[in-house]
T-cell receptor
Framework: DAGVIQSPRHEVTEMGQEVTLRCKPI?????LFWYRQTMMRGLELLIY????????DSGMPEDRFSAKMPNASFSTLKIQPSEPRDSAVYFC????????????????FGPGTRLLVL | KNQVEQSPQSLIILEGKNCTLQ??????????LRWYKQDTGRGPVSLTI?????NTKSNGRYTATLDADTKQSSLHITASQLSDSASYIC??????????????FGTGTRLQVTL
């Protein structure tokens, strides 16, 4: 399995520009998570989807951030307009969640997208 | 507020030595506790997962312990290797029904193993 795939791996943009990050979860997984990691705040959950439906977006910092999951194999995180304080590494993770399962699910992380907003 | 605190922030040890990393949490209601390893420039990788009823879990040279009463966990690394140099992140999961776990992350301990 190729694991969680994210693109681009690096993105440099200017303040005010739109940024779109992409994620392909592991095939067969039904839950997808977007995280942001900074030196100051560590890893923070932005939003997560279960069966393509957004379940919890309480971590999305503001209206400039939006996320979609049009199908089970693709998700996007969009920032419009971008600001320098959005500079961070953005991770996508996926897992297979089964209601009532006895085994706690493991989240598998992608390699991340390193975003720099100038 | 649910929090996960880790100590020390950073640690340098000689190859072959053992070390122990600490994690204290206030997350409630608690479901499970995980330790992740994150190499520089890569995504975190799960090492261990413990539910509230488990007090120890091993994965090779990594052994995690959990005291749910005191809300403390530790990760012990035995006979360290250069490849153990990484950040180790303690992650606590909230109990929630019907969907996958929501994770609260510590800020990590940066471990450097030297010759």
């Amino acid at each position: 399995d190729a694991g969680v795939i994210q693109s681009p791996r690096h993105e440099v943009t200017e303040m005010g520009q739109e940024v779109t990050l992409r994620c392909k979860p592991i095939s067969g997984h039904n839950s997808l998570f977007w995280y942001r990691q900074t030196m100051m705040r560590g890893l923070e959950l932005l939003i997560y989807f279960n069966n393509n439906v957004p379940i919890d977006d309480s971590g999305m910092p503001e209206d400039r951030f939006s996320a979609k999951m049009p199908n089970a194999s693709f998700s996007t995180l969009k920032i419009q307009p971008s600001e320098p304080r959005d500079s961070a590494v953005y991770f996508c993770a996926s897992t297979k969640y089964t209601l009532g399962a006895q085994v706690v699910e493991t989240q598998y992380f992608g390699p991340g997208t390193r975003l720099l907003v100038l | 507020k649910n929090q996960v605190e880790q100590s020390p922030q950073s640690l340098i040890i000689l190859e072959g030595k053992n070390c122990t990393l600490q994690c204290n949490y206030t997350v409630s209601p608690f479901s499970n506790l995980r330790w992740y390893k994150q190499d520089t420039g890569r995504g975190p990788v799960s090492l261990t997962i413990m539910t509230f009823s488990e007090n120890t879990k091993s994965n090779g040279r990594y052994t995690a312990t959990l005291d749910a009463d005191t809300k403390q966990s530790s990760l012990h690394i035995t006979a360290s290797q250069l490849s153990d140099s990484a950040s180790y992140i303690c992650v606590v999961s909230l109990s929630r029904g019907g969907t996958a776990s929501k994770l609260t992350f510590g800020t990590g301990t940066r471990l450097q193993v030297t010759l």
